[in-house]
């Protein structure tokens, strides 16, 4: 990567890498009480505490929450069947997009994560849910929908002309994504540091992913402009 767009892409994700893994360390060691939902330690807990008073709980947002979950899967299908049309049209596993599989990889990664922060966290919920009180760090919503989302706003991109469809295609990604970020912070059912941490883990994630999947793409462009001046 020699671009100016990849390096920055590159350097945006060490950052968001950099912040998330800062935010963990803070929960793991400042200011630890006792007010998660099943009277565990939750760090950072004066802010914590001071947002979700102020933010409330809502059981319509969290429902809206689980409802906008469409339009990341959306995505992630419309993507995948793009994927199988490449199959079909060039009849080999290798006439796929590279960049299509390095999405692919950006999925497991993201499934991965999940599974990973679902036992292993450093808060639990403010709530108890069925009797039941799940760990909270990062919001595993907020990082599908940011990872998700954000990925296929990239695609949009790099893949379609400049336009009124692309527009509209970035448009409901970035409508979606905040939807869905903000309705779940109003939910209740999440720390604010949960959702921030959600933020930054699925926007390192896109950043990445946009400089390992398009970096030499962006590298070739460079090279036939400055070719025909």
């Avoid at 979950?69 to 199959?87: D, H, K, N, T, Y």
């Avoid at 926007?203 to 999947?213: K, Q």
Wanted: a positive charge; glycine letters at 8%.
């Amino acid at each position: 990567m020699h671009n100016r767009a990849s390096r920055a892409s590159a350097i945006a994700g060490v950052v968001c890498l950099v912040l998330f893994a800062l935010l963990a360390a803070l929960l793991l060691t400042v200011d630890r009480a006792p007010i998660a939902g099943d009277g565990s330690l939750v760090g950072l807990a004066s802010l914590n505490a001071s947002a979700h008073s102020l933010l409330g709980e809502s059981h319509l947002a969290e429902t809206l929450s689980n409802v906008l979950l469409v339009v990341p899967f959306a995505s992630m299908l419309a993507l995948a069947v793009m994927g199988i049309r490449q199959i079909i049209v060039r009849r080999s596993l290798a006439g796929v997009s590279r960049d299509l599989w390095l999405l692919l990889g950006l999925y497991v990664v993201m499934l991965v994560l999940y599974v990973l922060f679902n036992h292993v966290s450093t808060n639990n919920r403010p709530l108890l849910q069925d009797g039941v009180c799940e760990p909270s760090f990062p919001s595993s919503h907020t990082l599908l929908a940011v990872t998700t989302l954000g990925a296929a706003m990239v695609q949009a991109g790099q893949r379609m002309r400049q336009g009124g469809a692309r527009t509209t295609v970035v448009a409901v990604c970035a409508v979606a994504m905040a939807a869905l970020v903000i309705a779940r912070a109003l939910s209740g059912v999440h720390w604010a540091t949960d959702i921030l941490g959600g933020i930054l883990l699925g926007a390192a994630l896109v950043a990445f992913y946009r400089a390992i999947a398009f970096g030499a793409d962006d590298d070739k462009a460079a090279r036939g402009k400055h070719a025909r001046r």
